[in-house]
């Protein structure tokens, strides 16, 4: 069924508009992103579409779709500000022709790694100061993640059993209890699923001693766990460097880069069956004044 506005409008409600977060190919965005605006104005042509960017060439859109020319970071960044993409989707969207664009392995690692950082700052959500309870217990976050195991039940019993009783059934309960409560997750076609896919504490949004004592806690269980955990799949580092202190943010900046490609890296993992705790610390060992 379709919904006539005006003799020059058709809606068709399967057709959505297309969220950029949601592709790793910038050409299969384009191609749906024509697609929802053919379905909101009949007659819309590659033409037209060219138009939006002021491109000369009236087909060349219509050659990128197909393969047959590749947009240039200049072309594609004018181009996602016509789509009035944000920022962050700017951003992403040229990490995506980037990577397309790459020739080289070492191009090809470093788009990678680019494109993963860009989506995991396109997806996060900041968690809030006032928003400080999902910080409370160090296991709040790690079973918000438990929901998109493949297996997961929505019980203190599965929960405290797949962390291997680090956490009690009671804590597992009243942890689940919280997460949904919050709204952290919501159940949607009869099943949990996060409210937001990427939560971020930030840098400097909750004070240094919170902070501390949440990572003390994750740091406390390591300890007393490690053993239970098993070795096998664990990955145990240790990196002592020596570093003028005026690189030292350069080196806090890398940090938090990897972090955004980890996320950003699993982002697009499907049909997850395992959960991993991924820490990443830098302790500075000060020269007293």
């Known amino acids: 069924m379709e919904i006539v506005l005006e003799s020059t409008q058709i809606i068709k409600p399967n057709i959505k508009y297309p969220e950029i977060a949601r592709y790793t190919c910038y050409r299969a965005f384009l191609r749906d992103f024509f697609e929802y605006k053919k379905s909101l104005r009949a007659g819309f ?3 037209q579409f ?3 960017v002021g491109l000369k060439s009236p087909n060349y859109l219509q050659l990128v779709i197909q393969e047959k020319r590749n947009l240039t970071e200049t072309t594609g960044r004018r181009l996602a500000e ?3 993409l944000s920022v962050k989707e700017v951003n992403y969207f040229e990490a995506l022709i980037r990577l397309q664009n790459a020739v ?3 191009d090809k690692i470093k788009a990678h790694k680019n494109v ?6 396109l997806l996060a959500q900041f968690v809030t100061e006032e928003a400080y309870e999902i910080l409370g217990k160090w296991y709040y976050l790690l079973i918000r993640e438990m929901v998109q195991l493949s297996d997961f039940e929505p019980s203190g019993e599965y929960i405290s ?4 009783s680090i956490v009690s059934t009671d804590e597992a309960e009243r942890a689940l209890k919280f997460l949904i409560t919050s709204g952290y997750i919501k159940l949607e076609a009869g099943k949990y699923i996060q409210s937001e896919p990427v939560l971020d504490t930030g840098v400097d949004i909750f004070n240094h001693d919170f902070m501390q004592e949440y990572h003390a806690q994750v ?6 766990n490690i053993e239970k955990l098993g070795y096998k799949n664990q990955e145990l580092g240790l990196l002592n460097i020596p570093v003028p202190k005026s690189k030292l943010p350069e080196l806090q900046e890398k940090i938090r880069q990897f972090q955004d490609e980890i996320m950003g890296w699993a982002q697009n993992q499907k049909d997850c069956d395992d ?3 991924l820490g990443t610390y830098l302790m500075h060992f000060q020269k007293q004044s």
């Open 50 to 52: 060219a138009g939006l």
């Open 82 to 84: 016509a789509l009035k």
């Open 116 to 121: 993963h950082g860009c989506l995991k700052k």
């Open 45 to 47: 042509s590659y033409r």
């Open 275 to 277: 959960l991993v705790q």
């Open 104 to 106: 080289t392995d070492d």
């Open 161 to 164: 059993s797949r962390l291997q």
């Open 219 to 224: 740091l406390k269980s390591w300890a007393a």
